[in-house]
């Protein structure tokens, strides 16, 4: 059986944009229920819990959700279009967190159901803020 208290899910398959989203979290006090997933059918699994966190209390919901675009498996239009099927999803706050500012991404994510778009900018502090600001605003 797979623990986890999870506040926020993060679905990003890239290491090293996961442990600097991780760190801006860290800093600005959110980090501590954090758990991640690196592609889309795993973060399908874990909010539905099924396959290996079919143990996972579903009544506990998330706070809000991270979830980058270019993923395997499943990209994340697909995991928003499956989370927002289910009406005992709605109210979890998605936040788009993706490199892609094409207006066709974010306009195809807002329609389907996303709560916020963060494009990754390529400067940490502005990374930071961008990150922080969306989650804080969800969580709070």
Known sequence: M?????????????????????????????????????????????????GKYEQRQVSSKLKVIIL?????KLDGFEVLEKMR????FDTIPVVIHSSSAVEDDIKRAYELGANSYVVKPIDFAEHSRSITSAVSYWIN
């Open 2 to 50: 797979i623990d986890v208290t999870a506040e926020v899910l993060m679905v990003e398959d890239n290491i090293h944009d996961a442990e600097l989203t991780m760190l801006a979290l860290k800093k600005g006090g959110l980090d501590r229920y954090v758990f991640v997933v690196k592609d889309g059918a795993e973060a399908v699994d874990f909010i539905f819990a099924k």
């Open 68 to 72: 980058d675009l270019k993923l395997p």
């Open 85 to 88: 099927a289910d009406k005992s």
